[in-house]
């Protein structure tokens, strides 16, 4: 499944879509324990800012004040999350369930860290 980050943390005016992710984040753990006696895992991937058309369309000074808030220094790229999300189906990860893999450039980590 796909939550957010924003599924961990508050952040202003958007409470509807950070309770919506953080709904998602306890549903992924309630469906791996309910699926683990059938071998089914389940996990979530929770991207951060990521370089898209939409992120692209902020205005620079909004995206610079994202980036200085992520320790790696830089959006993350999409092919990042998806190479996140094809290990979580891989055999690499079969004994991982139940886990939301934040993709985030350290974002979490660095709470409100700042460069």
Known sequence: TTASINGFRGVENLVGYNAAKAGVIE???TMAVELARHHIAVNAIAPAQIDT???????????????????????????????????????????????????DGGYLAGGLWSR
């Open 53 to 103: 058309r939409l992120t692209r369309s902020l205005p620079e000074e909004a995206r610079q004040r994202r980036v200085e808030r992520i320790p790696m220094g830089r959006f993350g790229e999409a092919d990042e999350v998806a190479r996140a999300a094809l290990f979580l189906a891989s055999d690499d990860a079969g004994y991982i369930t139940g886990h939301t893999l934040a993709v």
């Open 27 to 29: 549903l992924t753990k």
